[in-house]
């Protein structure tokens, strides 16, 4: 019964776990391991080097010319980027990585038949935050059919390491330290196997529908093997991941949102999509400007806090009409719903895996803002989520380098998910951070919510007040009395106009008139004089035991127009 409920509303990729039909899968679902060696170019080793704007680097970052205001100089650090490119691979597994360090890459899971060439996960590489350039690394690189609960065990071979720019903030504060390496001892998996507790069944099987089959390519493990892996990864997000400016992350990734709801949902966009700067014409720099984002050029330009990043996007989007519903987790702001002009984010609490991971599996785009353990921080696109021998991960996008608009965007970043510091908040141990806000946001239809029960500009005005008076504009029309220097313009009304009615017209030019009903009347009209051509609005007053109102506007020019109570009606 699970299974078939999860082949109505999900597309089943390719499994993970095994080589489908593959001489390296083994016997009945058996583990299997495959070395990879240096000669081959589906994985790499690279040495994090942060530029982060507020860090004045020890080591000089050779090939950097065009910086305009950032450092030219980066710090080599301790933290390491391990980058696997799937379809070079060409198999489905868990990439574990050995250094004399320790297990530092646990169960990095990869598949050849995603939307998605490269995955990433930070790595510890050296013992300190920053360390010396790194040449070389002595690593023991295999990819298992399983995931692993205990450390592999085989020859290390020599790897190549080269620089890799990371140049990633624009939440909060500026970064003004270099984040710790990660920790050998937080795996994507929990020590001695699947965690207590951990569930044989699909944990978020609820917030399936047909719909999403557009949004998403899930993998979900036979039952027997249930407990070692699941994911819910969303396609297409490959190409949909803008050149940020400096620390310009947040619009950016509210962009990448938009720009892939455009695709999956059919979301109208008003702006373009692709790199741009606060002032121009374009999603993200129209972004900067709602977001209220101080900014100079691309290469100088401020964070953004949590509060300026949901209420300009909804600024944004109440302003161009956009449709969506908006949701929310925040540290400080996650039980208050916020608001622009009646459109709403809704709350949610503090930030929590199982937020996040149904928002992905229902086919809503997420942002997350983390922060550094230093301060300042980065936003993001999650674009899958899943459990590990029971233990959480999510895949994330941003723009690695921030410094350059021809790099940083290729990457999908993987981490775990866990709450280290016991806070209440998950942290990222790959990142060195914590997540501390996360926006989604989809069309209404995919919550089941009409369109006009989110989006005020959506709603029927409400009807006019019953007065009981029963009047409606008859004509307007314009005298000219060319020897006396004036003209008037005549609004007459009818209806049922009771006696004792009071009806006063007044033009914007400041003049006004009235008349009084001392008896019931079909039809009655009102003079103003007037002194010059032009456009006229008038504003005409009703007034018995309630008022009623009635507005229009009329153009005066040479030609006369006739109005008296005689004539036929406009209607």
């Excluded at 984002?293 to 300009?312: E, H, I, K, P, S």
């Excluded at 990142?431 to 989006?455: F, L, Q, R, Y």
């Excluded at 000219?480 to 609004?491: A, I, L, R």
């Amino acid at each position: 019964m699970r299974k078939q409920a999860f082949l109505m509303a999900c597309i089943l990729i390719s499994a993970l776990l095994y080589g489908c039909g593959s001489s390296d899968s083994g016997d009945g679902g058996g583990q299997t391991e495959i070395k990879l060696t240096p000669d081959g170019s589906a994985v790499s080793f690279r040495q994090v080097v942060f530029t982060f704007t507020g860090v004045v680097g020890s080591a000089s970052l050779a090939g950097i010319d065009q910086r305009e205001t950032q450092q030219a100089e980066g710090i080599y650090s301790g933290t390491g980027m391990f980058i696997v490119d799937m379809q070079s691979l060409g198999r489905n597994g868990f990439v574990q990585v050995v250094t004399p360090l320790g297990w530092v890459v646990q169960n990095l899971p990869v598949a050849s038949g995603t939307d998605y060439n490269n995955m990433a996960i930070k790595f510890r590489l050296g013992e300190s935050k920053e360390s010396p350039p790194v040449e070389t690394v002595m690593a023991y690189v295999v990819v298992t059919s399983q995931p692993l609960s205990s450390a592999p065990e085989g020859e290390m071979s020599e790897w190549p390491v080269t620089p890799h720019t990371f140049n990633a903030e624009g939440k909060e504060d500026e970064v003004t330290e270099i984040p710790d390496p990660p920790p050998v001892n937080a795996p994507i998996v929990a020590a001695g196997g699947a965690i207590e507790g951990a569930a044989e069944e699909w944990p978020f099987g609820d917030v399936f529908n047909v719909k999403n089959e557009k949004a998403l390519d899930i993998h979900f493990m036979e039952e027997a093997v249930s407990k070692n892996f699941n994911v819910c990864f969303q396609k297409k997000h490959r190409d949909k991941n803008i050149e940020a400016a400096n620390n310009q992350c947040g619009p950016a990734s509210v962009t990448n949102s938009l720009s892939w709801l455009k695709e999956i949902w059919g979301t109208t966009l008003p702006h373009s999509i692709g790199m741009g700067l606060k002032g121009d014409n374009t999603t993200v720099g129209k972004l900067d400007t709602a977001m209220n984002r101080t900014v100079t050029n691309r290469r100088n330009g401020r964070a953004l806090g949590d509060g300026n990043f949901v209420n300009g996007k909804l600024k944004y989007l109440a302003d161009n009409k956009i449709c969506l519903v908006v949701k929310h987790q925040d540290d400080a702001f996650g039980n208050t719903d916020q608001a622009y002009n009646g459109f709403k984010s809704q709350k949610n609490g503090k930030p929590t895996f199982d937020f996040i991971c149904k928002e992905i599996c229902k086919g809503e785009d997420v942002e997350i803002g983390y922060t550094y353990k230093g301060g300042g921080g980065h936003w993001v696109n999650a674009i899958a989520c899943g459990h590990i021998l029971g233990k959480p991960f999510i895949t994330f996008v941003s723009d690695h380098d921030q410094s350059d608009d021809t790099k940083g965007t290729g990457l999908v970043d993987v981490s775990s998910l866990e709450d280290k510091d016991k806070d209440g908040l998950p942290d990222l141990p790959s990142e060195n951070a914590e997540i501390d806000i996360v926006v989604t946001e989809s069309p209404p239809e995919v919550e089941g919510v009409k369109a006009e029960d989110v989006c005020p500009w959506l709603k029927p005005p409400p009807p006019p007040p019953d007065t009981g008076l029963d009047v409606q504009e008859k004509c307007t029309g314009v005298i000219h009395h060319p020897t006396e220097g004036y003209s008037e313009v005549v609004n007459c009304f009818e209806g049922s106009l009771p006696a004792g009615l009071s009806v006063f017209v007044s033009l914007d030019n400041g003049s006004g008139n009235s008349v009084f009903t001392e008896s019931p009347q079909a039809c009655l009209c009102v003079n103003n004089n007037i002194f010059s051509y032009g456009t006229y609005n008038w504003t005409a007053e009703f007034i018995n035991s309630s008022t009623t109102t009635l507005n229009g506007s009329i153009t005066v020019g040479p030609a006369e127009v006739p109005c008296d109570c005689q004539l036929p009606g406009m209607n």
